[in-house]
């Protein structure tokens, strides 16, 4: 008889998330308002990624974000289309070693 394992507390999967440069920064700054866009949208973005540049984890947060697929924000210094984009190439780049 084999004895399921218990998934592990949320700390171990969610840690890294309370040491990153975000902490502390209102959510506006990653997160686009409703009907933003033009040089609004491109500052704001500018500058989340600004923050995520020197972030301790940034690739922790940049893999969630494609592994989970966040459609929305900027994580790991990746916005919406850059994190599409790598989605699509790793999808093409699986679907020719199958």
């Known amino acids: 008889m084999s004895i399921p394992q218990l998934p592990g507390p949320n700390a171990d999967i969610w840690d890294w998330q309370r040491l990153g440069t975000c902490r502390g920064e209102?959510?506006?700054v990653f997160f686009h308002p409703d009907g933003?866009?033009?040089?609004?949208?491109v500052r704001r973005e500018r500058r989340a990624k600004?923050?995520?540049?020197?972030?301790?984890?940034?690739v922790q947060c940049r893999e969630h974000?494609?592994?989970?697929?966040?459609p929305?924000?900027?994580w790991g210094g990746l916005g919406e289309s850059e994190r599409a984009?790598?989605?699509k190439n790793r999808g093409r780049r699986g679907n020719l070693a199958g």
Not at 36 to 41: D, I, L, T, V
Not at 50 to 58: G, K, N
């Open 72 to 74: 929305y924000g900027i």
């Open 36 to 41: 933003e866009r033009g040089h609004a949208r």
């Open 26 to 28: 209102a959510s506006s």
């Open 85 to 87: 984009m790598i989605l």
């Open 50 to 58: 600004e923050l995520c540049q020197d972030c301790p984890v940034l």
């Open 65 to 70: 974000a494609l592994r989970v697929g966040e």
